[in-house]
């Protein structure tokens, strides 16, 4: 068990510096859902998945270290006399190093701000060479949504994709769903639908209100939480979305609502900024 421990120490640490170094690198979130970036792979969100629970491993792993080798790190903490003392001279100095460091990091001072500066330039890279999304999750969007946001005609855009041989696409369907059952990046999508985009003039007033995107966290907000934070009456949302046939009740959440009626949450959001507006 003894060795058993050890080597799994041994390899979760290698893990985590594999890891470590991805999640040094990667994009910031919203550019990296956007373009669907991946290494090995791996989604951000998955490589911080296996950050978290690779981690968790190494911690018990250690634990059980520790505990197979607490006599050894018993004589680490006695001094000359061989008395235990837990601030012995390498303890001392290992703390004096990690709170140097903490201090360092706290106050962004060189050299370990260029640590950090160093992993800047590389999401700064990361916007320049993959694009920002027009705005934050818009690949969750269904492409009904994102194209009222941005004022694109959504029977154009469905043309273009089409024209393009994109497959599955609907309004309904969010941008990310599309793209990866066409193997492309939600980017990708976009630019494809973009020259659909409708110059309107400052005076006209028939185009419909864009689409505000979800809060974050929609799913995991009951109906009442988001019908509170949109300024809506509950009951009457609950009448509206029961007349589409989905039905729901205040206590439960959007996503859960979104199940029952085999719907994602945004078109269930959907659908209640539409009757909002009065549609």
Partial sequence: MRKITSMTMLVT??????????????????????????????????????????????????????YYNW????SYLKNKVKEIKVFTLPCNIALAVTSLIIVLTYFQVPPVSYILD?????????????????YGHAEKSSLQM??????????????????????????SATVLAIARDNRM???????????????LSV????????????????????????????QLDCPAIIA??????????????IRQIAEANNKRPTEIYELIWAFAQGE
């Fill in 71 to 74: 006599g050894v790190v018993k």
């Fill in 240 to 253: 509206a979305l029961s007349a589409r046939g989905i039905s729901s009740a205040p206590g439960n959440t």
């Fill in 13 to 66: 640490l290698v893990v985590l510096i594999l890891n470590s170094i991805v999640l040094y690198v990667v994009p910031e979130g919203r550019i990296a859902y956007w373009a669907d970036w991946r290494f090995l792979g791996l989604t951000k969100t998955e490589w911080g998945d296996q950050h978290i629970t690779i981690g968790f491993l190494f911690l018990l792993a250690s634990f059980l270290h520790l």
């Fill in 203 to 230: 005076n006209d007033t028939a185009a419909a209100p864009p689409i505000e995107p979800p809060p974050s966290g929609l799913g995991r907000k009951t109906l009442e939480q988001l019908c509170s934070e949109m």
């Fill in 185 to 199: 990046t939600p980017q990708a999508i976009y630019n494809i639908i973009l020259p659909a985009k409708v110059q």
């Fill in 118 to 134: 160093l992993s800047a330039y590389f999401k700064r890279s990361a916007a320049e060479t993959y694009g920002e999304p027009p």
């Fill in 146 to 171: 994102l194209t009222r946001r941005e004022g694109i005609e959504l029977d154009q855009a469905l043309a273009l994709l089409d024209e393009h041989g994109v497959r599955g696409a609907t309004g």
